[in-house]
């Protein structure tokens, strides 16, 4: 079965008209080399074909793509964590808004973390990219700062205090301080913490704002903190044995995965969540809405984000280029049953 | 402060190899011109600065920018339903691997549905699109098959016998069939059915398996099934009614979002879920994976939808184009401690 899949080109139109293509591309670019009902005629078989000049063709005179490349990161099964799935639609919707499309690539687990960003770069498929990953460590922004690739991080350059590129972030300590005072607020004074592994700046971070508020209040956090992954079980284990250990009277988690390990271990005891022990977790996650009782936690300001990223993006796309300050944003706190 | 944010160019290339712009234009495309060492000169400049012949003007002979426009729809904030970033992640990896991107573009709530698809298409961005919702009455498909744009969609053809474009989808009934079967089976008897409202192809289609399922076993559905909004409290609400007046052993779902309302009614009553009632949801979200316990839920194979949809996409771009006929993937039951 055959299939008409080419768009309308010139030709068409010029068919359509009745007219030679000659005529057409004086239609688009001298009409007034054309007579009045030549030019109506032309015109009517471009709007009833759709023909629209090639974009192909205004993107080899502008140099210009209009795409900006993102790596999708889905959420890992098993977790909470869902929060690329609103910041991508808030992206997608906001770059629109200034003439942009948002152009997704994969990296494979196994491959070179930056054959992808090689392949759109190098055949110049976009005009600039949006990294999402600034663990530290992380080898992509040097490497597109040195291909003289525009892009902007959401995320800090943990790594790199002289970073010349734009960024956007969101200030966990901020959202963790918010928590950790919304259950000093409410009478609690041994508020554990359970979060990741030291290497995770990000974790750090959000672990500094719990410390920094139980000192503001005079009170300790010796014995309160357990590091671990950030999954379901190692939070129910952690949760487990602080319980044991320290009996604190509330929990706040470096995400809604962990809170979740958290509320299992409250079932297993018998707890009741946000009566016997308060658990705040960390990403504002469909679980944590849909649950019950629901599950307080801290929401970034995604949509926010989008829009900082797209401001940022659209500085370096200009002429001359402009490199936008860092911008950190404040999360808020969705507050439901359990905390 | 100005950022080098071009990338290298063909007279970036002559300068740092120390030749002309026509001896690079030669190398790469009539390299027999040239001695070896100029060659080797020239091939070496272009590796350290990593110049690639314009994707632009490669597009515009091949009348092709490898681009798959697909309208982004993200998970509603208070649902369980998120199947999208899971197909969007399979999607991206299978289309990269095909040699394509994925262009996401977003429609706002108050514009015109159709209005995404025609700036694309009219620029020639993108060589074809996947369509992903095919309500009844969907205008997209007869819309896009109008402009003669080629198309795939996930999701059949409701409304359009005739159809043809190429299509890919899972099939819900046989996947609420496997789940009511699973609870037979178990010895359940009264089991319940919570769908959505009548005008959903897809929930109609998916209340085919439990009344098939059902009667396949000379068991009656009367007074066993409601119908409702896709949300956490119309699911609560359903169940109630239904305990009241129906007593269910069981409740099998059209969604997961429903099967947490029946969850929540069970809490509410003192039920446990897979011990007092059995509880099972469809997709397979997040939230059915990490909640305690466990919802049981049917797994849409959306890897496999995405592998599909990149063969159909492949087809409709060759020469001459090949529509190839639907496919309809078989659903799996997750199995864990709700039913």
Redesign the interface.
């Known amino acids: ?8 080109t010139l030709a068409d139109v010029a068919e359509r008209a009745g007219v030679s293509r000659q005529t057409v591309s004086n239609a688009i670019n001298n009409p007034d080399l054309l007579r009045a009902d030549t030019l109506a005629r032309v015109q009517e078989a471009i709007e009833e074909l ?3 000049p ?7 005179r502008t ?1 210009s ?1 209009h ?1 900006i490349g993102l790596k ?4 890992q ?4 964590n ?1 929060a ?3 910041f ?2 808030s992206l ?2 906001t770059a ?1 808004g200034a003439g942009y ?6 990296v ?1 687990e196994d491959e070179d973390h930056l054959r ?1 960003y ?1 392949d ?6 976009v005009d ?1 990219f949006i990294v999402t990953d600034t663990y530290l460590g992380n080898p992509q922004a040097a490497w597109l700062r040195q ?4 892009f902007v991080s959401f995320g800090r350059p943990w790594d790199d205090d002289a970073a ?1 590129h734009p960024w956007v972030d969101v200030d966990g300590a901020a959202g963790v301080d918010l928590a950790t005072t919304h259950l000093l607020d409410r009478g609690h004074q041994r508020i554990a913490w359970i979060g990741w592994h030291k290497d995770s700046r990000i974790g750090e971070d959000r672990r500094s704002g719990w410390t920094r508020a139980m000192h503001g209040r005079n009170l300790s956090t010796t014995g309160l903190a357990s590091r671990t992954e950030d999954t ?1 079980s190692s939070g129910h284990d952690a949760a487990a044995v602080l319980l044991d250990e320290a009996q604190p009277s509330a929990f706040v988690c470096a995400s809604d ?1 962990l809170a ?1 390990g958290v ?2 271990t409250l ?1 297993d005891r018998g707890l009741t969540p946000g009566h016997d022990v308060s658990v705040i977790g960390f990403d504002d ?3 944590a ?4 009782p629901g599950l307080t936690s801290v929401r970034q300001p995604l949509e926010e984000v989008a829009v900082e990223i797209v401001r940022a993006l659209e500085g ?2 200009s002429t ?4 936008s300050p860092g911008v950190l944003l404040t999360p808020t706190l969705a507050v439901r049953e359990t905390g």
């Open positions: 079965m055959r299939y008409p899949v080419a768009p309308p759709g023909y629209s090639n974009r192909a063709a205004r993107n080899l140099r793509s795409l999708f990161q889905p959420a099964e098993g977790t909470a869902a690329m799935d609103r991508v639609h997608v919707e629109g499309h948002i152009l997704l690539f994969a494979g992808g090689d759109l770069l190098r055949a110049t498929a600039a291909r003289r690739a525009p010349d379901v995965t979740m509320l299992h079932r996650s469909q679980v809405q849909v649950i019950n370096l796309l001359p280029a402009v490199v």
